[in-house]
């Protein structure tokens, strides 16, 4: 209003100032003049109010036009409370098997981390029972290997005698870590009513050797003090090797490189405790101290212990 009557007294104003003379105020009239002025320039301003009012009322059309439709859109969105609530449910429901799934999980961990604990435990174990049971066999092998012996010889030979293919076997090392010189051993195998060994089969020397090989010795690594002194020298003539009954060596089992007659010196043959049986042979210094192997045939086995 206070907008319009600006216009209005302006619109009086530029009518004074046209030269229309009005010397009395007469405010009817001027009112009239005013509203007249006020409807020419109405006129003109009318088409912009209409054609707002039509845009306005255009727009609330639309607007109303959207509100409707989406009204309608998410009235069909809404769920039936029966249906809310049953996924609720499912959701609380599915909320508690995530809750209870965590917790096994946990668990299962937990227990996971226990096995390979005792797994690994269970490993360390088994290989420790697999030691001692390797240990174990070798040492049944070692057992059953003196005991066959002892059961074959089966009271035909003496205590402490060795029954091998009918005649009995006394090896010094099983009595006495004591070693004597070739001579020594010789006379201690005639005491018990024997002699040293003659090895005249691979059989035997296979046999010798496998006793021999099993009694580990003390200082097995000073091998030359190892060996048993057998019936066999070459004392008459340098290379001829005859056994103490006097029967001359055919076949020898001797180690790579002997005899070799060391020095000159080295008259006696002795077999040393080898993996490969059929190279066990070396010669020696017949004063050099070792172990003797005794041998008797079976009928003349009233021998002395
Ligand atoms: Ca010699
Ligand atoms: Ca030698």
Redesign the pocket.
Known sequence: MDRLGEEMNITLIQKDDFGTEVPTRDFNLECNNHLAMYTVREGHNARRYRFATGSLGLLCIILMLAIIALCVHYKGMVLPSGELEGLRTNHSKMAAGMEKLRADYIVALSEKIDLNQQRDLLKSETASLRKQREDLLEEKKKLQSRLTDQERSCGMCPAGWRLFSSNCYFFSASESSKRKSWDDGRADCIDRGADLVVVDSQEKQMFVNRVIHNMELRNPSVWHLTGFWMGLR??HT??IWKWSNGTELTVGYWMDGE?N?QF????CAATYPKVNALKAWN?APCGTQLYWICEVALKNSSVTQ
């Open positions: 070459d004392i340098e290379g005899p007659d000159s010196v080295e008259d010669d």
